[in-house]
């Protein structure tokens, strides 16, 4: 594996997880053996000791990279901020809680590759979910919501496993919970999204983070947001080279109608 040229860049937000950071490393590193890879893990403001933790890390493993937020600000901007840091052209997204199993990163890669370049996220999609009554019941209500008034041909839009052509993802238009919006993003830049369903786990230590207030009604304001932005963009233009480009355009809009 060379640290300096990764073929993928693996984004860990994690906001008080130290508990679970040392084994779900180990585990996406398995995972990704034999591939060129980097993890870059973005430590959102905690106080349990996570930046400390991953520097004694980094000194045994030189795929490990680490950014801090000196305070809180969320999952969507560590995801952010781990992407302006990535190296790789395929961009993988996994919470930091454990909860996502890493094992399924060959499988998102492959459905990605087989896909083709129109094809710029495979996203995971969970089952067999061990989260709270509650928050299973919050999660089904919205993503039911979001898939009728985007349509964004995704069942589970929540899911933190993801792989994106980080070319397009750069392309996104950034606010806080993106994350839960990638597959209508994408959408409206005119690629496709492929998906692998992923069997949920129970986290190891502590609790999460992130709650489901945090995410109800900002999260409807969200959607509509979303369901604007896909509204005011009808056309994604088809740009063909005429003169003084060589190799590829220098876009990653390549498609045409959504």
């Given at each position: 594996m060379s640290a300096a040229e990764p073929d993928i860049s693996v984004i860990v937000p994690a906001k008080d997880e130290r508990d679970n950071l040392g084994e779900l490393i180990t585990e996406i590193s398995v995972a990704l053996d034999g591939r060129l890879f980097e993890i870059i893990v973005v430590d959102d403001g905690s106080s349990d000791g996570t930046a400390g933790y991953l520097a004694e890390l980094a000194q045994q493993a030189p795929y490990l990279?680490?950014?801090?937020?000196?305070?809180?600000?969320?999952?969507?901007?560590?995801?952010?901020?781990?992407?302006?840091?990535?190296?790789?052209?395929?961009?993988?997204?996994?919470?930091?809680?454990?909860?996502?199993?890493?094992?399924?990163?060959?499988?998102?890669?492959?459905?990605?590759?087989?896909?083709?370049?129109?094809?710029?996220?495979?996203?995971?999609?969970?089952?067999?979910?061990?989260?709270?009554?509650?928050?299973?019941?919050?999660?089904?209500?919205?993503?039911?919501?979001?898939?009728?008034?985007?349509?964004?041909?995704?069942?589970?839009?929540?899911?933190?496993?993801?792989?994106?052509?980080?070319?397009?993802?750069?392309?996104?238009?950034?606010?806080?919970?993106?994350h839960r919006f990638l597959p209508a993003l994408v959408l409206r830049e005119g690629h496709g999204v492929?998906?692998?369903d992923i069997v949920d786990r129970q986290r190891r230590h502590g609790s999460s983070k992130y709650g489901i207030f945090d995410r109800?009604?900002?999260?409807?304001?969200?959607?509509?947001?979303?369901?604007?932005?896909?509204?005011?963009?009808?056309?994604?233009?088809?740009?063909?080279?005429?003169?003084?480009?060589?190799?590829?355009?220098?876009?990653?809009?390549a498609t045409g109608k959504e």
């Open positions: 990279r680490g950014l801090r937020h000196e305070v809180a600000c969320g999952q969507s901007a560590s995801v952010r901020s781990g992407l302006h840091a990535a190296r790789g052209r395929i961009v993988v997204t996994i919470d930091g809680d454990g909860e996502n199993d890493p094992a399924y990163i060959p499988a998102l890669l492959e459905a990605l590759e087989a896909a083709g370049p129109g094809v710029a996220l495979a996203a995971g999609q969970r089952t067999g979910r061990k989260a709270s009554w509650a928050k299973r019941q919050a999660s089904r209500l919205a993503n039911g919501l979001r898939g009728r008034l985007l349509r964004d041909q995704t069942r589970d839009s929540g899911c933190g496993l993801k792989a994106v052509r980080r070319e397009v993802f750069l392309l996104l238009p950034y606010f806080d919970s993106w492929t998906h692998v109800a009604l900002i999260g409807i304001l969200d959607l509509y947001g979303v369901w604007w932005l896909r509204r005011r963009r009808r056309k994604v233009p088809q740009v063909t080279p005429i003169a003084g480009f060589s190799g590829s355009v220098p876009t990653s809009v």
